[in-house]
């Protein structure tokens, strides 16, 4: 069972930058997509971009050219740097191991791996 420890988030104004860290340890190698998810007060967990073993990497439309994902394999971590912040991105970012695009191309846990969430990490934006 992997373990997902993620770290980084905080309070910040807008326009500033934050870096999301997410430490997987309880595995060895894993070739699928690592990445991010968010959840917003009173909305559903979304979205936010995958990464590759190779770098191959994916964004939501709301985050594209604002939003960096990468990934060091030697460490298990992977990071999420966040530029150009507004009130509106302030969620719980949640990372997530082993992802696949399921159904109309929606990236979901792989089967089997419903538990591979982090804790989370807290992000606010203020204005």
């Known amino acids: 069972q992997v373990q997902l420890v993620e770290s980084g988030g905080g309070l910040v104004q807008a326009g500033g930058s934050l870096r999301l860290s997410c430490a997987a340890s309880?595995?060895?190698?894993?070739?699928?997509?690592m990445g991010w998810f968010r959840q917003a007060p009173g909305k559903e967990r979304e979205f936010v971009a995958a990464i590759g073993w190779s770098d191959s990497y994916y964004f939501a439309d709301s985050v594209k050219g604002r939003f960096t994902v990468s990934r060091d394999n030697a460490k298990n971590t992977v990071y999420l740097q966040m530029n150009s912040l507004n009130p509106e991105v302030t969620a719980v970012y949640y990372c997530?191991?082993?992802?696949?695009?399921?159904?109309?191309?929606?990236?979901?846990?792989?089967?089997?791996?419903?538990?591979?969430w982090g804790e989370g990490t807290k992000v606010t934006v203020s204005s």
């Open positions: 997530a191991d082993e992802l696949v695009r399921g159904v109309k191309g929606r990236w979901v846990l792989a089967p089997g791996r419903d538990n591979n």
């Open positions: 309880g595995r060895t190698f894993s070739n699928y997509f």
